[in-house]
């Protein structure tokens, strides 16, 4: 199963409003990557983080990677309908396996 | 072009068939992988590939078959398909380091009536 959960499942937010979505694994992490996926589109890749404590910002999303490398977390600010998807963290399994979490679908209300 | 590509896009066949999705990618990646997408569920991983003819089980492997005779193909072949097994399939290419980026194909649409 996965070993990595992602919270919460859905997220409802008002247009320019922030909220936050979260990856917690039972294991320490090598790294972590974060993929959205558009309402009947693919997967794409977002971003990675390897370090300890690692930030990284993208425009008005912001992505961070817990210090004991077991959990992640992307802040988006400032909501826009843009950002309605499904966003997955993933994690390199044991054997090069590529899983992901259940996925935080997001629903924008203008 | 260049790129990952599945096909077919849409597939519509009868319980108890054999149906064979097709995934190609021209990176030469090391890696491929096939996953199922449900309604309500997230990405679960069928089968994996390191490299030509070494492939793996993933997550949720009963009822399907793949092969990796090059390193550019990868299909997924459901030996007697099921209800069950209508899905979205997507299929992922990566380099060969631990650092890199997967790539998703467009996905397949099945549907087993």
């Excluded at chain 1, 999303?61 to 499904?86: R, Y």
Aim: hydrophobic share 30%; aromatic share 12%.
């Amino acid at each position: 199963g996965q070993q990595v959960m992602q919270i919460p499942q859905y997220q409802h937010v008002q247009e320019g409003e922030d909220f936050t979505t979260y990856c917690n694994s039972s294991t320490t992490l090598s790294n972590i990557q974060w993929y959205k996926q558009r309402p009947g589109g693919h997967p794409v890749f977002l971003i990675q983080l390897v370090k300890s404590g690692e930030v990284k910002k993208q425009k008005r999303l912001t992505f961070q990677f817990g210090e004991a490398k077991k959990n992640s977390s992307l802040h988006i600010t400032a909501t826009q309908t843009t950002d309605v998807g499904t966003y997955f963290c993933t994690q390199k399994a044991a054997g090069n396996k590529l899983t992901f979490g259940g996925g935080t679908r997001v629903l924008v209300k203008p | 072009d260049a790129g990952i590509t599945q096909s077919p896009r849409y597939k519509i066949t009868e319980t108890g068939r054999q149906v064979t999705l097709m995934c190609h990618q021209t990176w030469s990646h090391s890696y491929m992988f096939w996953y199922r997408q449900d309604l309500g569920h997230g990405l679960r991983l069928i089968y994996y590939s390191a490299a030509a003819d070494i492939t793996d089980k993933g997550e949720v492997p009963d009822g399907y078959v793949v092969s990796r005779s090059k390193t550019e193909n990868f299909p997924l072949t459901l030996e007697s398909a099921t209800r069950s097994q209508t899905s979205v399939y997507f299929c992922a290419s990566r380099g060969g380091t631990e650092n890199t980026e997967a790539f998703f194909g467009q996905g397949t649409r099945l549907t087993v009536v």
